[in-house]
Nanobody, 123 residues
Framework: QVQLIESGGGLVQAGDSLRLSCVAS????????MGWFRQTPGKEREFVAA????????YYTDSVKGRFTISRDNAKNTVYLQMNSLKPEDTAVYYC????????????????WGQGTQVTVSA
């Protein structure tokens, strides 16, 4: 029922910033915990950031703390990932994910996934 569409990926240089967006439909947005994950070839999809239904709490993997910020605009049914000070190791396909009435902070817990958007950071 829930559909997630990511956008905002692209090719940038190290140190640049990028903002990813994910628009959700099919469910009341405030009932969805939202998260961002990323995956590179040969590696498992890893957790990046998560935000609770009201935006009251956020969670980040250690490698992006201080550089990435997750936020949500419930009026627009959209979750964002602001990525600053990008590094080549941030290069990956980034996926938006949702969990009904719970936090989405692990691959096994999330209910729905977007199609992914490519982020490439050159040195």
């Amino acid at each position: 029922q829930v559909q997630l569409i990511e956008s905002g990926g692209g090719l940038v240089q190290a140190g640049d910033s990028l903002r990813l967006s994910c628009v959700a439909s099919g469910r009341t947005f405030t009932n969805l915990g939202m998260g961002w994950f990323r995956q590179t070839p040969g590696k498992e999809r890893e957790f990046v950031a998560a935000i609770t239904r009201t935006g009251g709490s956020t969670y980040y993997t250690d490698s992006v703390k201080g550089r990435f910020t997750i936020s949500r605009d419930n009026a627009k049914n959209t979750v964002y990932l602001q990525m600053n000070s990008l590094k080549p190791e941030d290069t990956a396909v980034y996926y938006c994910a949702a969990k009904y009435l719970a936090t989405c902070a692990s691959r096994s817990s999330c209910d729905t996934w977007g199609q992914g958007t490519q982020v490439t950071v050159s040195a």
